[in-house]
């Protein structure tokens, strides 16, 4: 079964999101969470598989932030999204990670024509460039919209606006490929069309060490 279902009609410019979209990266990145969770203190069952995809597209440091309030935490935002990132490099540092065949292969299509593309990403620039070369497409992005380069990560509308903005296509000819409820979110309230790509499962469900 199709992870995503193409649009029969053309945009102007194409924005996606990276994990989950482009590189079926999010069971990696899952893998990550719990460990890093664990280590600061926090119950496996604050964040299991369905809540990661709930927070899917958001930044590391805001995902800390909405666990703690949900669930009457303490956790050092920038600390535990730190120890995040540097799992999760550990782990792709290691491994292949698969593409998603559907999204890649527009984007390699939108090349040819010469259409406008970008990433839009919760990631921050190091680790969305570490999942690219994890997957061999390091030579095919050259725009990466990230936290970092906005005030507001997703689900405001920030991340896919300045895509836009450095596409030179307006809004509402551009189309968003997400994965996640808060970047689907971000798309409609960038006035952004949207396509959304079907999860896949956690390849790695046992407790953290």
């Known amino acids: 079964m199709p992870r995503v ?7 102007a ?4 999101d990276l994990d989950g979209t482009l590189v079926d990266s999010m069971p990696l990145h899952f893998r990550a969470w719990r460990q890093a969770l664990h280590n600061a203190g926090a119950s496996t069952s604050v964040f299991d598989w369905d809540d990661f995809l709930a927070h899917g597209g958001m930044a590391a440091v805001d995902i800390v932030k909405d666990l703690n309030r949900k669930h009457a935490l303490s ?4 600390q535990v999204a730190r120890a995040k990132r540097s799992l999760y490099a550990d782990y792709v540092a290691r491994e292949k990670l698969p593409v998603i065949p559907e999204t890649i292969g527009l984007v390699h299509e ?4 010469g259409i406008p593309y970008a990433i839009g990403t919760g990631s921050a620039i190091a680790g969305a460039r570490q999942t690219l070369r994890a997957a061999g497409l390091q030579d095919l992005f050259p ?3 990230t936290p970092e380069d906005v005030k507001r990560g997703k689900p405001a ?3 896919f606006l300045r895509a836009a903005e450095l596409m030179g296509i307006s809004a509402s000819n551009c189309v968003v490929f997400e994965d996640a409820d808060p970047g689907i979110r971000a798309a409609t309230s960038a006035g ?3 396509v959304r790509v079907l999860p896949s499962s956690p390849d790695n469900t046992c407790p953290p060490t």
Request: aromatic share 18%; net charge neutral.
């Open 5 to 11: 279902i193409l649009p029969t009609c053309w945009f």
């Open 192 to 194: 952004m069309h949207f």
């Open 143 to 145: 725009l990466i919209v």
């Open 75 to 78: 956790m050092h935002p920038e």
């Open 13 to 16: 410019g194409y924005i996606f």
């Open 110 to 113: 939108l090349r040819l024509r």
């Open 157 to 159: 509308p920030d991340i």
